[in-house]
């Protein structure tokens, strides 16, 4: 089972602030996929990536595939208190279904 | 569209007994898949079910059991329940499987005593 490491743990900043959470692994995947998770409810899905290299963008929020399929990055700028919640990264391995779930970033924006 | 629907929401069991969650999916979603979500350890996966049959198993007891019906809602059952079973239990459902992403019910939470 491959493991997806995430980093930060924890982040607390400042309202208006920029920020980047970053996914990674040894192990190559055939897609990513970044959820928010808020108290008490299931994750949302916000993005999903499957080219190396590949750019997308949601608002305020970038999401980055390497290119070689390995990492991934998630960055927010103008960070706003509705940000706040528990973002989650999740790979699916190139053969089988199943998803692997780094441990999450909590983020707090304090306005 | 109605979004995925687990029930109960809460749940508070004795060290022993069997507890049994539902999951109903999104219409036209064939796969559904189960989660356990703790604190210590992150979302676990625990199966995956497409067209009534399991087509993927994570690193559970066998205490931990699934099945899914024709109509693609499953169940999943835990026998035997131990203190270390108090968790988030997060149903997820797509159309093919994980490729493209799913989504998510609200949880059952699961509190063994």
């Known amino acids: 089972t491959q493991l997806l490491e995430q980093s930060p743990q924890f982040l607390s900043i400042q309202e208006g602030e920029n920020l980047t959470v970053y996914c990674n692994s040894s192990?190559?995947?055939?897609?990513l996929q970044w959820y928010r998770q808020e108290p008490g409810e299931g994750p949302v899905l916000l993005v999903t990536v499957v080219t190396g290299g590949e750019v997308k963008k949601l608002k305020r929020l970038t999401f980055q595939f390497g290119d070689a399929r390995k990492d991934s990055s998630l960055h927010i700028t103008a960070a706003q208190p509705g940000d706040t919640g528990l973002y989650l990264c999740?790979?699916?391995?190139?053969?089988?279904?199943?998803?692997?779930f780094g441990e999450g970033t909590q983020l707090t924006v304090n306005p | 569209k109605a979004g995925v629907t687990q029930t109960p929401r809460y749940l508070i069991k004795t060290r022993g007994q069997q507890v049994t969650l539902s999951c109903s999916p999104i219409s036209g979603h064939r796969s559904v898949s189960w989660y356990q979500q703790t604190p210590g350890q992150g979302l676990q996966f625990l199966f995956e079910y497409f067209s009534e049959t399991q087509r993927n198993k994570g690193n559970f007891p066998g205490r931990f059991s699934g099945r899914q019906f024709s109509n693609s809602r499953s169940e999943m059952n835990v026998s035997t329940l131990e203190l270390g079973d108090s968790a988030l239990y997060l149903c997820a459902s797509s159309t093919e499987g994980a490729a493209l992403g799913y989504t998510f019910g609200s949880g059952t939470r699961l509190t063994v005593v």
């Open positions: 999740a790979a699916k391995e190139t053969s089988g279904s199943r998803l692997t």
């Open positions: 192990s190559v995947f055939s897609s």
